[in-house]
C-alpha cells in the first residue's frame, strides 16, 4: 500500500472515532446527527458537480438510494439513543463490528453469495465473543440482564442498519458505474446524494418523536458550529475510503485497517469520557480487532 493510501486510510479511522465522541459527548440524539449530516451534505454538495450529471442515474438507483437513507436514518438513530444510555466505549465497537459478521451472512443466506470458509467463521467467532465481553466488570456480571438492556438493543438496530446500506450501497454504486461513472465520481456523489436522502427520512421521525422535537431550538442555537463539523467529518470519513481504495490494489488492507477506529473509540472513551477501563473491556476490543482482521485479510 503506497504512503498516500495509508495515510488516507488512517486519517478515515481517526475521524469515524472523532465524530462518534463528539456525537457521545454532546448530549447524543438523532437530532444532532441529523442536523449534522445535513450540514455536511450542504458542505460538500458542490460535488455533485463533478463527474456525470445525477439525472443520467436510472430509476432503480434512486429506489436503492430511497433504501440507502432509510437505514443510514436508523444507523444514526441507533447511534444516538443506545450512546445516550451506555458508554461509547462499550457501544461504538459493537456497532462498529457485528455488521462484519452480519453482512457475510446475510450475502449467504439471502443474495446467494459464496459460502464462509472456516477461516471466516472462526473470525466472526472472535467479533461475537469480543462483543459479549465488554460491558463485562466482574465474570458475575455474564447473565441475560448484562445483555438485555435499551442500550444494547439500540446499538444492535445501529449495527442491523450498517449491514442493511453496507449491502444496498454496494448495489447502487454498482448502477452509477455502469452508467458511466468512475469509482471516485461514483463515491463522491454517492455520499452527499445518500446524506439529503438520510435528511429527508430523518426530519419526519425527529418532528413525531417529542424527546428529538423539543432538541431542534437548542441544538440550531447552540451547536450549529459542533454540528457542522461532525457533518463533514462523517461525510468525509466515507470519502477517503473511497479514494484510498482507488490509490492502492490491497483493497482488503484497507478494509482492514479501517478497523483500527474500534481500538481507538475504546482509547478516547475510556481517556476523554472518563468511562471505565474494566480488564474485560479491553480483552473483548482485542477479540474483536482479531477477529475483524481474519475476516477483512484473504
Known amino acids: 500500500m503506497s504512503p498516500a493510501a495509508l495515510g488516507l486510510v488512517l486519517l478515515s479511522v481517526c475521524l469515524h472515532a472523532g465524530w462518534n465522541l463528539m456525537g457521545k459527548g ?24 463533478l ?22 436514518m436508523l444507523y444514526l438513530g441507533g447511534l444516538a439513543w443506545a450512546y445516550a444510555r451506555g458508554e461509547v466505549s462499550v457501544l461504538y465497537p459493537m456497532a462498529r463490528a457485528l455488521p462484519v459478521v452480519l453482512v457475510p451472512l ?13 477461516l471466516d467463521l472462526a473470525g466472526m467467532g472472535l467479533i461475537v465473543i469480543g462483543a459479549l465481553c465488554l460491558p463485562l466488570t466482574s465474570p458475575r456480571a455474564l447473565r441475560p440482564s448484562t445483555y438485555l438492556t435499551p442500550a444494547f438493543g ?32 461514483a463515491g463522491s456523489h454517492f455520499m452527499v446524494l445518500q446524506a439529503l436522502m438520510t435528511l429527508a427520512w430523518g426530519l419526519p421521525a425527529v418532528l413525531l418523536l417529542p424527546a428529538e422535537r423539543c432538541r431542534l431550538t437548542a441544538l440550531w442555537d447552540g451547536e ?21 481504495m482507488a490509490l492502492t ?7 482492514a485497517i479501517r478497523q483500527l477506529s474500534i481500538p481507538l473509540g475504546v482509547l ?25 482482521w481474519v475476516v477483512a485479510l484473504p
Open 106 to 118: 446475510v450475502s449467504v443466506g439471502v443474495l446467494g453469495s459464496r459460502a464462509l470458509t472456516p
Open 51 to 72: 463527474g456525470p450529471s445525477p439525472t443520467r442515474l436510472p430509476l432503480a438507483f434512486w429506489g436503492w438510494l430511497v433504501a440507502s437513507g432509510l437505514c443510514q
Open 26 to 49: 454532546r448530549a447524543p440524539s438523532l437530532a444532532f446527527f441529523l442536523l449534522a449530516i445535513g450540514c455536511g451534505a450542504l458542505a460538500l454538495a458542490p460535488l455533485l458537480w
Open 224 to 244: 450549529r458550529s459542533a454540528m457542522a463539523l461532525t457533518g463533514v467529518m462523517m461525510l468525509t470519513t466515507y470519502g477517503l475510503v473511497l479514494v484510498a
Open 249 to 255: 490494489e490491497e483493497v482488503s488492507l484497507v478494509v
Open 154 to 185: 439500540f446499538a444492535l438496530l445501529a449495527a442491523v442498519a450498517t449491514a442493511g446500506y453496507s449491502l444496498i450501497d454496494n448495489r447502487a454504486l454498482a448502477l452509477m458505474m455502469a452508467s458511466g461513472y468512475s469509482s471516485l465520481a
Open 268 to 292: 478516547l472513551g475510556v481517556w476523554w469520557l472518563r468511562e471505565r477501563a474494566a480488564p474485560a473491556k479491553w480483552l473483548g476490543t482485542a477479540l474483536m480487532l482479531a477477529g475483524l
